[in-house]
């Protein structure tokens, strides 16, 4: 499988960028990684909030900027159909609290 130019054999390179384009990181992620293991280290590279400004829980999830579409958690890239050089975008989530 051909990822284009300058393809790393070790998987595939990608640009993290916060939903405002403020924040970026560029990372070879292994073929084999599934989503859900992503997300935590790049949310502690991106130093992206885990608790919303009033105390609720935050999660996060990815968004394929060339594919225009959400990544599932139990994907890896190449199953998501991510290419070398495609950009990732970190969408926050604030998880729905006690009543």
Same mark, same amino acid.
């Given at each position: 499988?051909? &990822?284009?130019?300058?393809?790393?054999?070790?998987?595939?390179?990608?640009?993290?960028?916060?939903?405002?384009?403020? #924040?970026? @990181? #560029?990372? @070879?992620?292994?073929?084999? @990684?599934?989503?859900?293991?992503?997300?935590?280290?790049?949310?502690? #590279?991106?130093?992206?909030?885990?608790?919303?400004?009033?105390?609720?829980?935050?999660? &996060?999830?990815?968004?394929? #900027? =060339?594919?225009?579409?959400?990544?599932? =958690?139990?994907?890896?890239?190449? $199953?998501?159909?991510?290419?070398?050089?495609?950009?990732?975008?970190? &969408?926050? $989530? @604030?998880?729905?609290?006690?009543?």
């Amino acid at each position: 499988m051909s &990822y284009g130019g300058n393809a790393d054999p070790t998987g595939i390179q990608v640009t993290f960028l916060d939903q405002t384009g403020a #924040k970026s @990181v #560029k990372a @070879v992620i292994a073929f084999s @990684v599934p989503v859900s293991r992503i997300l935590p280290n790049i949310i502690t #590279k991106m130093n992206l909030p885990t608790t919303s400004p009033d105390g609720q829980p935050m999660s &996060y999830s990815l968004d394929h #900027k =060339e594919g225009g579409r959400r990544l599932i =958690e139990s994907h890896t890239l190449v $199953e998501a159909g991510v290419q070398n050089g495609d950009h990732l975008i970190v &969408y926050p $989530e @604030v998880v729905a609290g006690r009543s």
